[in-house]
């Protein structure tokens, strides 16, 4: 069998046996895709073996190609090498015993700093016509403005990516108990919280604006057409609502994720709780937040001011008393 076919039945394969997201199978895809052009279009699998491999992931890294897309592209393989045994189309997996040095690289995250993300919300406000939300009709006004700055808020307030606030079940909403249900990678599911009576205010009255609209669909955002807002929209709406608010930066959905996390290390909460709240697998992933805090730690250093506190001392006090 030739590689292409071969990928072409494990891509399959993957959409319906494992629970990846649309955009991993996509990736991995690439990756087996660009395997297969280094091989040549008329390559069959009997001919990969450790060889080929390393010298395709060294053919990658000249190319330019970062640290994290070498190792994710290692990871694609490494599944599909593994699935070409398991269907005995090769006869061992080349990639065991077999160790390539990538390198490691982490990009600190961005974050929204303070001053933007209150002009930001004051323009959403603003626009939807919402202030102290206490009923339907302030959201019925505007009700798709008020689509943008709950969406917005959620994340904010949560942490939650773009993907599970559009994903997001009327069913899953406690308002009594101010928790979200929500789905995140992996189908796994865990809780976030409406912080304060303004967020849930605000959700109610979505809610029933919703009601009022007839909208049956069970995603909590809805579009201008009353369906289910997508990703994709959510992340435009937000581009467009930065812009009009007047930042200098595009805002995306996960720099409003990173806000949340770098904010709630600021207020001192413990790193183990946002692990929980952000749906991190691994604490190593929240960790990378620790570092992102400049402002915070300049303060915290500045305080201590070591040499400040020596220098208090006059020059010579110390001999003066031996």
């Known amino acids: 069998m030739r590689v292409g076919q071969a990928r072409e039945r494990y891509i399959r394969w993957l959409a319906v046996a494992k629970d990846l997201s649309p955009h991993t199978i996509r990736a991995y895809?690439?990756?087996?895709?660009?395997?297969?052009?280094?091989?040549?279009?008329?390559?069959?699998?009997?001919?990969?073996?450790?060889?080929?491999?390393?010298?395709?992931?060294e053919e990658q890294r000249v190319a330019g190609l970062s640290s994290t897309t070498l190792r994710r592209r290692a990871?694609?393989?490494?599944?599909?090498?593994?699935?070409l045994q398991s269907?005995?189309?090769?006869?061992?997996?080349?990639?065991?015993?077999?160790?390539?040095?990538?390198?490691?690289t982490r990009k600190l995250p961005r974050v929204?700093?303070?001053?933007?993300?209150?002009?930001?919300?004051?323009?959403?406000?603003?626009?939807?016509?919402?202030?102290?939300?206490?009923?339907?009709?302030?959201?019925?006004?505007?009700?798709?403005?008020?689509?943008?700055?709950?969406?917005v808020t959620l994340m904010v307030a949560t942490g939650m990516r773009v993907n599970e606030v559009v994903n997001i079940k009327c069913h899953d909403i406690d308002l009594?108990?101010?928790?979200?249900?929500?789905?995140?990678?992996?189908?796994?599911?865990?809780?976030?919280?409406?912080?304060?009576?303004?967020?849930?205010?605000?959700?109610?009255a979505y809610l029933d604006t919703r009601a009022e609209l007839g909208i049956v669909q069970p995603n909590l955002?809805?579009?201008?057409?009353?369906?289910?807002?997508?990703?994709?929209?959510?992340?435009?709406?937000?581009?467009?609502?930065?812009?009009?608010?007047?930042?200098?930066?595009r805002v995306t959905p996960h720099m409003l994720r990173h806000t949340a996390a770098t904010q709630l290390i600021e207020s001192g909460v413990d790193i183990r709780y946002i692990q929980r709240l952000l749906g991190h697998a691994?604490?190593?992933?929240?960790?990378?937040?620790t570092h992102v805090s400049d402002g915070t730690l300049r303060r915290v250093v500045s305080d201590a001011d070591v040499v400040g506190?020596?220098?208090?001392?006059?020059?010579?006090?110390?001999?003066?008393g031996v």
């Not at 395997?35 to 992931?57: K, P, S, T, Y």
Request: with cysteine; hydrophobic share 40%; charged share 20%.
């Open 29 to 57: 895809d690439g990756d087996i895709a660009a395997f297969a052009r280094h091989l040549g279009l008329r390559a069959h699998v009997d001919q990969i073996d450790v060889d080929c491999l390393i010298a395709f992931i």
């Open 75 to 83: 990871s694609g393989l490494r599944g599909f090498c593994r699935w």
């Open 87 to 104: 269907c005995n189309l090769l006869d061992s997996d080349p990639w065991i015993g077999t160790t390539v040095a990538v390198g490691r």
């Open 112 to 151: 929204v700093p303070t001053h933007e993300l209150e002009q930001l919300f004051c323009s959403l406000r603003e626009w939807a016509d919402v202030d102290d939300v206490s009923d339907c009709p302030a959201v019925l006004r505007r009700p798709h403005q008020s689509t943008t700055l709950l969406g």
């Open 176 to 204: 009594g108990g101010r928790t979200l249900r929500i789905v995140g990678k992996g189908r796994h599911e865990r809780q976030v919280f409406l912080t304060n009576e303004w967020i849930t205010r605000l959700t109610g």
């Open 221 to 249: 955002l809805f579009n201008m057409h009353c369906g289910a807002l997508t990703a994709p929209a959510m992340r435009a709406r937000l581009v467009k609502a930065a812009r009009d608010a007047g930042l200098g930066t």
């Open 282 to 289: 691994s604490l190593s992933t929240t960790e990378i937040y």
């Open 309 to 320: 506190k020596l220098l208090v001392r006059p020059p010579g006090a110390m001999l003066a």
